[in-house]
């Protein structure tokens, strides 16, 4: 049992709102939220002049365990999440072997049971010939966050290009599908068209606008032909805005979708700089997406912010295009990269609140997590807006030890983090080896 913490004169960020408050919690949980409370043999944190928010629920991570752990594991990139404000992940299943049986997506569970400082969840992954298995997660649908579909090859060979199978997904699965949407036969015509390519510059001309587009568009119209729970990963594109819609509330969409942090902060006039550190697919694209990305992002056309925490070696990043692999982390970052807009002025942040931590808790009917109310868990983080951070390589915790925002001064600091009510981290260092808690859904 945790013993009783009280945060006193916080500024509350919580369902559209920032409010002066003390809030208690006690055994896990929050136990009271009201302007002045005293709860004997508590102990008192002084949170005057800092935010109090709900912890990050990340809804896209590679955390590379098993096989690929040379790159990351589930406990070190864990415990970069909670460094910096993430409390909750659910981790793709592109591993090594990849998370196609019940068996093998069990075995993830487990070890993040022991190992984990943030509260986890695990996609359920299809293949074009495990269908079969993939439906036996419905009788799990309370504790697996969904199924991911590749209906463009990344990372891994999981690439899902049997329609048969993607109609059975889509028309008998209980679970919500999460897809990663790019057309292979468009980014195939592209690579023909630059059979010299030899840097990341060509990356956005190879896996373009229409790539993405046409896949998204597939995916829409399977979910609305079997009435299906669709989440589309890492919208990058101004063309896919068209797919959605701000005409519902979250809680009554049954076509979601996910942005990424790196497509609202790069665009392709980085990669002349930075290369293949920012190589990632969906590719980042030009200036004109990462504009159409933010407006749609400011009027809830676009649903939920998260990372695709996708690291690799220092080694792998340094290799020649196209040899160079996918992905980039960003985990330990991502809230800070969005309270530095708050501090430009693009974004408020309770809007950030809104869609790093109550979206994700919505869009997965996660239980009891996402929000600051009573009789919920205690997954918190303290953040100073006053204060800033500048990233390097001493204060990294990604086991892979590079980012490609390093150099970089961010305009607030991560104070402390509290997962199930304890604090996991505090002042750079991680406080506590007390282990997160699967994720629940209430489907």
């Known amino acids: 049992m945790s013993k009783k913490i009280i945060f006193k004169n916080a500024t509350l960020v919580n369902e559209g709102k920032s409010t002066v408050a003390d809030l208690l919690i006690q055994n896990g949980f929050i136990e009271k939220i009201d302007s002045q409370i005293s709860a004997p043999n508590a102990d008192e944190i002084d949170a005057t002049g800092l935010h109090l928010l709900p912890g990050v629920i990340d809804d896209q991570v590679h955390f590379r365990e098993p096989g690929l752990t040379h790159k990351a594991e589930i406990k070190t990139e864990a415990a970069a ?43 359920m992954g299809v293949a074009n010939d495990n269908a079969e298995e993939v439906l036996r997660t419905n009788e799990k649908k309370n504790e697996v966050c969904g199924v991911k579909i590749f209906m463009g090859s990344s990372t891994g060979n999981m690439l899902v290009d049997n329609y048969l199978t993607l109609e059975k997904i889509f028309s008998e699965t209980e679970l919500l599908i999460a897809t990663h949407c790019e057309d292979e036969k468009i980014i195939a015509a592209n690579k023909s068209k630059y059979p010299e390519a030899n840097h990341a510059r060509f990356h956005p001309l190879i896996r373009d606008a229409e790539a993405c587009f046409e896949s998204s568009f597939s995916a829409v119209q399977l979910a609305k032909k079997f009435n299906s729970s669709l989440h589309i990963l890492h919208i990058s594109t101004a063309k896919e805005l068209q797919l959605f819609s701000n005409m519902l509330p979250l809680s009554e969409k049954k076509i979601t979708n996910e942005v990424c942090v790196h497509h609202l902060h790069f665009t392709a006039s980085d990669y002349e700089l930075l290369n293949t550190l920012i ?116 204060n990294i915790f990604y086991k892979c030890a590079w980012s490609p925002l390093e150099g970089k001064t961010l305009a607030a600091k991560i104070h402390s983090t509290y997962v199930n009510g304890h604090q996991v981290y505090g002042n750079g260092v991680i406080l506590s080896s007390s282990i997160g808690q699967r994720l629940i859904f209430n489907r």
């Open 81 to 123: 999440a909670v460094a910096g404000g993430t409390t909750s992940f659910m981790e793709m299943p592109n591993t090594n072997p990849p998370a196609l049986t019940q068996e093998k997506l069990e075995e993830k569970y487990q070890r993040a049971a022991q190992v984990s400082l943030a509260n986890y969840s695990f996609f």
């Open 279 to 394: 190589q990632c697919n969906p590719a980042i694209k030009e200036e004109h997406n990462k504009t159409e990305l933010w407006k749609a992002l400011l009027d809830d056309r676009l649903d939920i912010i998260a990372t695709d925490h996708a690291p690799h070696t220092w080694e792998e990043k340094q290799k020649t295009y196209p040899d160079s692999p996918s992905g980039l982390p960003l985990v330990q970052h991502s809230l800070l990269m969005m309270l530095d807009e708050v501090k430009n002025g693009k974004i408020s942040i309770e809007k950030v609140v809104e869609k790093m931590c109550h979206a994700p808790a919505i869009c997965f009917q996660i239980k009891n997590r996402g929000f600051l109310r009573e009789g919920y868990a205690a997954d918190l983080v303290l953040v100073d807006t006053k204060a800033s951070t500048t990233i390097q390589k001493n």
